[in-house]
């Protein structure tokens, strides 16, 4: 039996956890998911289809050697070690994200009635816009009239309130409540689209509004 040294099984344990960080948060599902609720709250019309990369192709299967054993004959020993020790569970991301919860439903609920009431007009006419991480912000203070501009920016701090709670429910729903970073990330992607997609206005990674 071969004896491995101390210092090379640490490090393959220490890469191993480094590569689970990687690879675990399921960016594909994680585009889905956002696609679907900010249709829900938007609507469905005019969502821009998602750019998700193809998917790749099989490799074919390894030939002799170690091959029945799950790995290759000729596969650096770092490897076959990383093998052994990285779940497979975390080869592959899941088809879905949990985006059903009664807490998850009732901010899509608020957002969509705040979208619809208020926020649309408000997009529409340029008086505000989306950040660059998916926040709603002001644009142009001057195209709200004045009595109403209380009751904007009231709308604008609850809908950012709101969407920093689905990002959060959505890690909770899943199990990984640090993934709500990464869901604004992705979602952020999302709303910035369809901005563009609607002629809203919208910031760009520079700070500059775009339209």
């Not at 490090?11 to 956002?34: D, H, R, S």
Request: hydrophobic share 45%; aromatic share 8%; net charge neutral.
């Amino acid at each position: 039996m071969r004896k491995y040294s101390f210092p090379l099984i640490l490090a393959m344990l220490l890469l191993a956890g480094c590569v689970t960080i990687n690879v675990y948060f399921p960016a594909a599902a994680a585009q889905k998911a956002a696609e679907k609720v900010i249709s829900n709250i938007m609507g469905p019309d005019a969502v821009p289809p998602a750019s998700v990369p193809p998917a790749a192709s099989a490799q074919p299967a390894a030939s002799g050697g170690d091959a029945g054993h799950g790995g290759r004959a000729d596969e650096p020993l770092a490897l076959r070690l990383l093998d052994a020790v990285v779940p497979a569970a975390y080869a592959g991301e899941p088809a879905n994200l949990d985006i059903q919860t009664p807490a998850i439903a009732a901010i899509e609920a608020r957002m969509g009635n705040r979208f619809r009431s208020t926020l649309k007009a408000l997009l529409e006419s340029g008086a505000i816009g989306f950040t660059h991480n998916g926040d709603v912000a002001i644009h142009d203070a001057s195209k709200i009239p004045l009595p109403q501009r209380a009751s904007a920016n009231q709308a604008i701090a609850a809908e950012n309130a709101d969407r920093a709670e689905l990002y959060k429910q959505i890690g909770i729903a899943n199990g990984h409540p640090e993934w709500a970073q990464s869901m604004r990330e992705t979602f952020a992607k999302r709303w910035i689209s369809r901005a563009q997609h609607a002629g809203y206005y919208y910031k760009d990674a520079s700070g500059n509004w775009q339209r």
